[in-house]
């Protein structure tokens, strides 16, 4: 792991960006990212911290892999912002190519979760299983240390129910059966997808007033169809906060009508 990811959260957090500001000098002149300069080994059983929530003891030392979001931060910031999202789509493809890397966009899941994008993160941390599974993981739940498996299970149970549902076996067979339905999923797959799992997100949405127009599959299937590409895309994973997200949408847009 980047060695400046361990240490105290004031003292990470303030490494991570400065990696960040070194990341854009190189992107400037060659439009590349360097590597780290320094890495270290996780030794085995030691705790990773890979979501803030989980981070309650900042003063003490600690692998604070969440914070490798730091570096887009001040490699995004050193560029003033220009062609932010291309360059976080260019920093998180460099990344993916490195165990912990992999596993960090896996984890955080930032926009986009398309079917597309969710494959590219799901293969890229299946293929570093092995040395990522000798480390124990802190991630929402305080206290709750989890082996690569369980972080896997908690951080992409929706992934595992809208396209692996149903299916037995072990979670890395059932990643790699959602990853590859995922990464062929055409429009139509999606849509069956998305039409199946909006009424499960329907209970964790709050203060709906349109809430039984929106718990009809006739009606979420015509909206789901009438989207237009770049929303299609973005909801096609089936992350719940996205469906969420669109439900409200949908909410807001019957009560104008």
């Given at each position: 792991m980047?060695?400046?990811?361990?240490g105290?959260?004031?003292?990470?957090s303030?490494m991570a960006?400065r990696?960040?500001?070194?990341?854009?000098?190189?992107?400037?002149?060659?439009g590349?990212?360097?590597?780290?300069?320094e890495?270290?080994?996780?030794?085995?059983g030691?705790?990773?911290?890979?979501?803030?929530?989980?981070d309650?003891q900042?003063?003490?030392?600690?692998?604070?892999?969440?914070?490798l979001?730091?570096?887009?931060?001040?490699?995004?910031?050193?560029?003033?912002?220009?062609?932010?999202?291309?360059?976080?789509?260019?920093?998180?493809?460099?990344r993916?190519?490195?165990?912990?890397?992999?596993?960090h966009?896996?984890?955080?899941?930032?926009?986009?979760?398309?079917?597309?994008?969710?494959?590219?993160?799901?293969?890229s941390?299946?293929?570093?299983?092995?040395p990522?599974?000798?480390?124990?993981?802190?991630y929402?739940?305080l206290?709750?240390?989890?082996?690569l498996?369980?972080l896997l299970?908690?951080?992409?149970d929706?992934a595992l129910?809208?396209?692996?549902?149903?299916?037995?076996?072990?979670?890395?067979?059932?990643l790699?059966m959602?990853?590859?339905?995922?990464?062929?999923?055409?429009?139509?797959d999606?849509e069956?997808v998305?039409?199946?799992?909006?009424?499960?997100?329907?209970?964790?949405?709050?203060?709906?007033?349109?809430?039984?127009?929106?718990?009809?599959?006739s009606?979420v299937?015509?909206r789901v169809a009438?989207?237009?590409p770049?929303?299609f895309?973005?909801?096609?994973?089936?992350c719940t906060?996205?469906?969420?997200?669109?439900?409200?949408d949908?909410?807001?847009?019957?009560e104008?009508?």
């Amino acid at each position: 792991m980047p060695s400046f990811l361990r240490g105290a959260w004031l003292a990470v957090s303030g490494m991570a960006r400065r990696e960040g500001e070194r990341c854009a000098a190189q992107y400037l002149r060659e439009g590349s990212f360097p590597a780290p300069r320094e890495l270290s080994a996780v030794p085995p059983g030691e705790v990773v911290v890979v979501h803030e929530v989980a981070d309650f003891q900042r003063e003490r030392p600690a692998w604070r892999l969440y914070l490798l979001s730091n570096v887009l931060e001040g490699l995004c910031e050193a560029l003033d912002w220009r062609n932010a999202f291309q360059v976080s789509d260019l920093y998180e493809a460099f990344r993916r190519e490195t165990p912990w890397g992999a596993l960090h966009a896996a984890v955080a899941q930032e926009a986009p979760r398309s079917t597309e994008r969710t494959a590219l993160r799901l293969r890229s941390v299946l293929r570093f299983w092995e040395p990522l599974q000798s480390a124990r993981y802190l991630y929402k739940t305080l206290g709750a240390v989890l082996t690569l498996e369980g972080l896997l299970e908690a951080s992409h149970d929706w992934a595992l129910q809208a396209w692996c549902p149903m299916e037995d076996g072990p979670l890395r067979t059932r990643l790699e059966m959602a990853a590859e339905r995922m990464a062929h999923a055409t429009r139509e797959d999606s849509e069956a997808v998305l039409a199946r799992e909006m009424p499960r997100a329907l209970p964790h949405a709050k203060g709906l007033k349109h809430r039984s127009r929106l718990a009809d599959p006739s009606f979420v299937r015509q909206r789901v169809a009438a989207l237009d590409p770049a929303s299609f895309e973005r909801m096609s994973g089936a992350c719940t906060s996205d469906l969420l997200e669109t439900l409200y949408d949908w909410d807001r847009e019957l009560e104008a009508s």
